[in-house]
């Protein structure tokens, strides 16, 4: 047996290097450890206001409901714990607001779509309104970083007497790195069911073929950043008027219009800054000034 007190002090000894641990080459996103996160929340009213009846999460997906001084809830932050999402990752979302509630969910930051080998990342959004609620689903960006791979659907149920202004908006590339997309797949989703009915689906897709063809005035021409903004209540058209009126100022492009009772607004800009400064500029006319309501700017924006 080996024994180290044997060893002559006097001579300096050579530790033998460790051999080179042989990894196989990880040729598919599956081969990897992926994130399955969702989270699950339900608000009704109380005497009090909006009171949460129902929350649920599982990492990496955190539900954080900020105080606010001599208020009840009225905003949930959705945490990714992760900070991005990867190709094979699988992340939910699940809102039902009733019974005269009043809530916005947003982000705490960014989200961040990382490049995948092979697998798409999955986002779910599931959003529901029932019994003249009104609900604001208002995250901050997505960026998809070049090579990127993202399915993401967003399903929206809502019924007649209630309120609903759902945003999502997406950059291609990361500006301040001078990154530009050269190539990826984006497939963006979107499904509202009116009392039981179909009344608007819409697709975006791009793929590594379509992707060097973007920069085309019929594509998006030189804009790498859009969103869409889909809002519902009792008569939309004042809104719709008010979209068209502001349109002018808000530095980017934009179009509104009505469909199935529901106000779909477009929005591409060169920037993310562009984009977001055209946002705040809506959020603040559809909010009425008022610090009351979700439709408004959420305070995570300018966090």
């Not at 608000?43 to 001084?69: H, W």
């Not at 009840?72 to 699940?94: C, I, W, Y």
């Not at 530009?180 to 497939?187: C, E, Q």
């Not at 030189?222 to 808000?250: H, K, M, N, Q, W």
């Amino acid at each position: 047996m080996f024994n180290a007190s044997s060893l002559d002090p006097s001579i300096e000894y050579m530790e033998t290097p460790a051999l080179p641990v042989s990894r196989p080459e990880t040729s598919a996103d599956k081969d990897l450890q992926r994130a399955e996160g969702s989270c699950r929340i339900v608000v009704g009213s109380s005497e009090k206001g909006t009171r949460v009846m129902d929350v649920y999460q599982k990492s990496p997906i955190r539900v954080l409901f900020p105080r606010t001084p001599g208020a009840t809830v009225g905003e949930a932050v959705l945490v990714n714990t992760s900070g991005g999402v990867a190709g094979g990752d699988r992340l939910q979302t699940d809102v039902t607001a009733m019974e005269d509630a009043t809530i916005a969910i947003t982000t705490q930051a960014a989200e961040k779509v990382y490049r995948a080998l092979t697998e798409s990342a999955h986002i779910l959004t599931v959003l529901k309104t029932r019994d003249a609620a009104r609900l604001a689903w208002l995250p901050q960006e997505t960026i998809v970083f070049n090579h990127a791979r993202l399915f993401r659907e967003t399903r929206i149920e809502i019924t007649s007497g209630t309120e609903l202004l759902a945003l999502e908006w997406m950059v291609l590339g990361r500006a301040a790195h001078g990154e530009k997309l050269r190539a990826g797949t984006v497939t963006d989703h979107w499904r509202i069911v009116k009392d039981g009915r179909l009344v608007w689906a819409d697709s975006f897709r791009i793929t590594d073929n379509v992707v060097p063809h973007l920069s085309r005035k019929a594509l998006l021409s030189d804009c790498t950043a859009i969103a869409t903004l889909v809002y519902f209540c009792a008569g939309p058209a004042a809104r719709l008027e008010l979209v068209r009126d502001l349109a002018s100022s808000f530095g980017c492009q934009c179009a509104a219009t009505l469909v199935g009772g529901l106000l779909v607004a477009r929005f591409a800009a060169r920037s993310s800054y562009d984009l977001r400064a055209a946002l705040r500029n809506a959020l603040q006319h559809f909010g009425n000034g008022s610090r009351k309501g979700p439709f408004q700017v959420p305070r995570m924006w300018s966090c």
